[in-house]
């Protein structure tokens, strides 16, 4: 009885999470309705949220990697797939954390989860059109590069498009305001990576104090 | 422990914001390499040698009572090598038969001319006729003179509005072309080349080097300086050549060692050029990088810095090579300005060189002028380097299989070719061979080509396969319909029963 209950359980639990997933379709060719149902009618999820995350840098590993050399320049025996991930998704989380933390002081109505969540969705596009892209690399020639560099620039386009409008529906702002703090996220992201840089360096001074007391101490009683 | 903290944590922060950045790392092997070549990430590869010293020609070699002192140039007609030994005001002729090196005449006086000696000689040129051209630097004249030393004629400071008469007239290099006009390098002459008809009248300058400032540049002279300061300031002015070559079609190669460092990769500051008729460069640079010498280099030490020409030469078949006078280095540009090879360092053994002045060439081999050494190296070409240029010619004469086959022996001496790579598979599309070609075009990361290839071979596949893309097509768009239409018929029938049931019942 119980097996049973934890099995419905369980399959409702997946079914809510495919429904999400599908839910990326509605935003993006919906961008407007779709975001805002996103965190506001909670049509969105967290589960599907990571998962486009994940996709996304799966999509960046494999275009790095399987590309044909004809339209990519990756110096393959140098790249370092946690160092790729990484580079991505650092930057990508302190721009949500700054964009979140100048929100709540402007009266934006996202939480840090609806930002996250609304910034994932966005990536979509961008992985439907750049992961049959790496197959497509492979059947044209150089000459026929426009087909790809095209499809590449809507692929990006799209994805700064809904990132755009997510933040906009999810913060409840209008266009103006969006821009402005795009930008303002930007900066903040910037003073973010300043105190990372600072605490790093303040952490440094402090171990060498205590190494160098340390040392004083062993010195004194020798 | 504080420092490398510090570090770390500078790394890490780079790594945030430049994703690619710090994937490149570029080792800087210039202590221990003497031959190498530049791969597609600009990285440096160990190549084997090129060229190996045949010999080294000092004074005590050709007997001479006064040993040479800071010659300045050479040049090479026939089995005769000229030499401009400047501090001694005079021309040493040198003829080379297999390995001897013979003095034939000492030049110090020209016949019948005033003044008959040279005051420090900087350049000598000969042509086919034997006609002798000396860059009398300062006796203010390039003097001609046939091949018995008589004097024929000079070419002196032109009396033209376009030349500062103010301005002493140094001629420092000069070349002649078959029909006996002639261009002058001069010292302070910023405005290209002087040149001269064959008859010694001055007809103009050639080939400027252009002006070059930023818009930063204008804009703080036009707008944040007062005149005072202006007139303090050096103005916008071209810069003078270092070097000048004539290459057997009468186009005049010139290397250029004023500019800024930045300039060079992004191909802005051109040290070595070729220039047309009228002077514009049409120089072919079909590489990944620009005919620039070093890729890579240091900042600080004196002995570091970008590469700067000191002096070129063209072979007959259209690869030139410059004589790099920082770190005394020769590099091989094939007509399509691809590099073929990189050697040389500084120092006192054979193939090492201390002030690098002049390079000419005797067939393929290479003879360079030392300044402070004076002496003159001669090089022959390695097996490897013959392989190079014996593929080139194949390839250029239309024996393409068997510039392949050449090819193809290159790479057992150098796996890293990447020349060689782009031949075979250039041989191989001949062969219509288009599957392999590719896999050649791949290797020498050759994109043109690659495409070229790849759209014959999937014309090919798609002609071959054409039944099976016409049946696979099919399939996907006819099949669909046909369940469609069986399911129409089938609820058809259905209904039809249906209704005949009703009507029964």
């Known amino acids: 009885m119980n097996a049973v209950k934890t099995n419905t359980a369980r399959n409702e639990k997946w079914q809510r999470y495919t429904e999400t997933l599908r839910y990326a379709k509605h935003v993006m060719f919906h961008p407007f309705d779709g975001f805002w149902d996103l965190s506001h009618e909670g049509r969105g999820s967290l589960a599907a949220a990571h998962t486009f995350l994940v996709m996304f840098l799966l999509t960046w590993v494999l275009k790095l990697m399987y590309t044909n050399f004809q339209f990519i ?150 | 422990m504080k420092a490398s903290v510090r570090l770390t ?29 530049y791969d597609y990430w600009d990285d440096y590869k160990e190549t084997p040698d090129a060229y190996r ?77 034997g006609s002798i051209y000396v860059a009398d630097t300062n006796n203010n004249r390039v003097v001609m003179a046939d091949k018995n030393l008589n004097y024929v004629q000079s070419f002196t400071k032109p009396e033209d509005s376009t030349f500062d ?45 252009p002006v070059m400032y930023t818009m930063w540049d204008y804009i703080w002279k036009t707008f944040f300086t007062t005149k005072a300061q202006r007139a303090q300031q050096a103005s916008f002015v071209p810069t003078e050549y270092e070097n000048i070559a004539i290459d057997r079609e009468g186009f005049i190669y010139a290397t250029n060692i004023v500019f800024d460092e930045y300039d060079l990769i992004y191909d802005n500051a051109k040290p070595i050029r070729r220039l047309n008729a009228i002077g514009n460069d049409i120089l072919i640079k079909n590489d990944w990088y620009p005919p620039i010498g070093d890729l890579h280099w240091e900042e600080q030490s004196q002995d570091y810095g970008p590469s700067k020409f000191a002096d070129i030469t063209v072979l007959d078949s259209d690869t030139y090579i410059a004589f790099d006078r920082t770190r005394g280095r020769f590099f091989g540009y094939d007509p399509q300005g691809i ?58 004469s239309g024996d393409y299989d068997g510039s392949a086959d050449t090819w193809r022996e290159v790479l057992k001496l150098n796996a890293n070719y990447n020349l ?65 239409c069986v399911r129409k018929m089938k609820a058809e029938v259905e209904a039809y029963e249906r209704r005949q049931n009703k009507y029964r019942a």
């Not at chain 1, 961008?126 to 590069?145: G, K, N, R, T, W």
């Not at chain 1, 087909?147 to 999810?170: D, K």
């Open chain 1, 73 to 222: 320049n990756a110096p393959v025996q140098y790249i370092n797939i946690y160092e790729q991930c990484a580079s991505l998704l650092i930057p990508f989380l302190i721009l949500c954390l700054s964009n979140w933390s100048l929100s709540t002081l402007f009266d934006g109505k996202g939480r840090f989860k609806d930002i996250y969540m609304a910034m994932c969705y966005a990536l979509v596009p961008y992985i439907l059109i750049q992961l049959p892209l790496i197959a497509v690399s492979h059947m044209i020639s150089f000459d026929e590069a426009s087909y790809y560099t095209v499809l590449m620039s809507i692929s990006t386009i799209w994805s700064l498009f809904l990132a755009f409008v997510g933040l906009m529906q999810v913060h409840d702002y209008g266009p103006g305001k969006t821009i402005i703090f795009v930008i303002a996220t930007i900066f903040g992201a910037l003073v973010i990576l300043f105190l990372i840089l600072v605490f790093f360096s303040l952490l440094s001074d402090a171990a060498a104090y205590f190494i160098s007391l340390y040392r004083e101490i062993v010195f004194r009683l020798h």
């Open chain 2, 9 to 37: 944590a500078l790394v890490m922060a780079l790594m945030m914001i430049l994703p690619l950045g710090a994937a490149f790392a570029v080792t800087d092997g210039y202590d221990s390499v003497y031959t190498y070549n």
């Open chain 2, 53 to 129: 010293v045949e010999q080294v020609i000092y004074s005590p070699t050709l007997g001479l009572e006064t040993p040479m002192r800071r010659p300045q140039s050479l040049y090479v007609r026939g089995n005769d090598i000229y030499v401009c030994d400047t501090g001694n005001n005079r021309i040493l002729q040198i003829r080379r038969s297999g390995d001897e090196y013979a003095l034939v005449r000492l030049i110090d006086t020209i016949n019948g001319a005033e003044p008959a000696t040279f005051n420090t000689p900087s350049d000598v040129f000969v042509d086919e006729n």
């Open chain 2, 165 to 209: 008469q103010g301005l002493s007239f140094l001629p420092d290099k000069l070349v002649a072309d078959t029909s006996g006009r002639v261009y002058v390098l001069a010292t302070n002459v910023n405005k290209g080349l002087v040149k001269y008809e064959s008859d010694g009248s001055f007809t103009g300058f050639i080939g400027a080097n």
């Open chain 2, 339 to 396: 590099m073929l090879w990189t050697f040389g360092t500084k120092g006192n053994s054979n193939g090492a060189f201390l002030a690098p002045v002049s390079i000419e060439h005797m067939g393929n081999d290479l003879l360079a002028l030392d300044e402070n050494e004076a002496s003159i190296t001669v090089m022959t070409p390695t097996e490897y380097g013959r392989l190079i240029y014996q593929a080139s010619d194949q390839y250029l």
């Open chain 2, 420 to 484: 060689a790579f782009i031949g075979i598979g250039r041989a191989l599309m001949r062969q219509e061979n288009f599957k392999e070609a590719m896999d050649y075009f791949k290797m020498a990361y050759d994109r043109d080509n690659y495409g070229r290839a790849y759209r014959y071979y999937r014309k090919e596949m798609i002609e071959q396969n054409i039944v099976w893309i016409v049946l696979g097509v099919a399939a996907v768009l006819v099949v669909p319909l046909i369940i469609g």
